[in-house]
């Protein structure tokens, strides 16, 4: 499966929802911006870190954002769908009868300031 | 409004309403940030922007830091929208059209 495509990001996020009995983002426009900042995020990262999310471009600081990110569960659990929308749960749409639900961001707000220490380190030397 | 060297990184996009000043930060790849710039587009309202993760690590740590230390919020997601001396940080267009419709009064 080649990440750095197109296609193979999409069958990759088609096995990550069948895997968690979610289903994908039925907004074909939104589903392939979601699919292409994957990509774009994938060729500039190394990883298909979260596109509405800041990546550090340092791994081990994004290892949480890797899509699905950690945080997809609980807020597609709770939420009904993860913090982009890519992943939603499975009566999404007849239960919140919307197209899109903002997912308040449930990152620690330790791993941003990390990213913000990262950045300014770079900046200092 | 905003130091030197952020205003040489903003696009601007033209619109008819232009009288408040309105600047988002946002993610090339972020489907909010989308979703936000096509609210501005669609209400015809002038605005700028700077793509983030598309600017020097340099540069992300001199935006991100004047963010912080100027609008003091609770965190920094995108998009993060400033109109004139308040800001909205994520897509929220109920607060947006709080903003907007002041410009009309």
């Not at chain 1, 992943?87 to 007849?94: A, H, L």
């Not at chain 2, 993610?27 to 002038?46: G, H, I």
């Not at chain 2, 993060?80 to 419709?101: A, M, Q, R, S």
Request: hydrophobic content about 30%.
């Amino acid at each position: 499966m080649d990440l750095k495509t197109k296609e193979g990001m999409k069958k990759y996020v088609e096995q990550v929802s069948k895997k968690n009995n979610w289903i994908l983002n039925m907004d074909s426009n939104t589903f392939n911006d979601l699919i292409d900042g994957l990509v774009e995020n994938f060729q500039k990262y190394g990883y298909q870190s979260c596109p509405c999310r800041l990546a550090s471009g340092k791994r081990e600081l994004d290892r949480d954002l890797i899509c699905p990110c950690d945080y997809a569960p609980l807020d597609v659990k709770e939420h009904g769908a993860c913090y982009c929308n890519l992943y939603m749960r499975e009566n999404f749409y007849e239960t919140i009868k919307k197209d899109y639900i903002v997912v308040p961001e449930r990152r620690p707000i330790e791993k941003e300031k990390a990213v913000l220490a990262y950045f300014n380190e770079q900046n200092s030397r | 409004m905003f130091p030197e060297f952020m205003n040489e990184l903003f696009e601007e996009v033209e619109g008819k309403k232009n009288k408040q000043d309105v600047s988002i930060f946002t993610l090339s790849s972020c489907m909010w940030c989308k979703k936000c710039k096509a609210y501005l587009k669609e209400k015809n309202v002038k605005y700028k922007y700077i793509d983030v993760d598309n600017i020097t690590v340099d540069q992300k740590s001199k935006i991100l830091e004047y963010l912080r230390e100027n609008y003091k919020p609770d965190r920094i997601a995108y998009p993060f929208l400033v109109c004139d001396d308040k800001f909205v940080v994520g897509y929220d267009p109920n607060k947006y059209e709080e903003l907007i419709k002041s410009e009309e009064k």
